[in-house]
């Protein structure tokens, strides 16, 4: 059997308020709007037994919008009846996902512009090559507590150098 790499469709996002999202990740991220927000609640209809599907009976009602990266990464946000916040938005011993990340080369200015739009800057900017090459990162909140980093450069470009040295 032939293996080959998949591509990145979507990552789906829970947040408190739906139309909150849409505005940061579009005006602040310059995420395109797909979908704008919808209604979806909890009956016979097509999305009605998909979404029954997946979360299970009783989810009553939610909103849902869809966005894309500049790359068509899609940006799935999802407001759920009786959403909470997490105790930990940093859980990082978990299994499962604890964060994303976004490419821009002006990390410095994005860093500004969410924190300026409500979100947080968790960490100092970082450099991965300090004085040997431009690659940095840092990690960040939108205003809604999650938690996703930035890098200045691609995945490839940053860790080609190969392992960590001390």
């Not at 999305?47 to 990464?73: N, Q």
Request: aromatic fraction near 16%.
């Amino acid at each position: 059997m032939t293996q080959y790499p998949r591509t990145f469709s979507h990552i789906g996002l829970s947040v408190p308020n739906v139309d909150a999202a849409v505005e940061f990740y579009s005006k602040v991220m310059g995420f395109y709007v797909i979908m704008p927000p919808t209604d979806v609640t909890e009956d016979d209809s097509d999305i009605g037994v998909m979404c029954t599907d997946v979360f299970g009976p009783e989810w009553r009602k939610l909103r849902i919008a869809h966005m894309a990266t500049g790359d068509r990464v899609g940006i799935e946000l999802f407001e759920f009846d009786g959403n909470y916040p997490p105790e930990n938005n940093m859980d990082f011993r978990r299994n499962g996902t604890f964060h994303f990340c976004i490419q821009d080369p002006d990390v410095e200015g994005l860093v500004e512009k969410i924190v300026a739009a409500g979100g947080k800057q968790r960490m100092p900017i970082r450099y991965y090559y300090p004085g040997e090459k431009p690659y940095r990162m840092v990690y960040v909140e939108d205003p809604f507590g999650i938690v996703f980093e930035l890098y200045s450069h691609s995945y490839e470009l940053t860790y080609s150098s190969g392992a960590y040295n001390s």
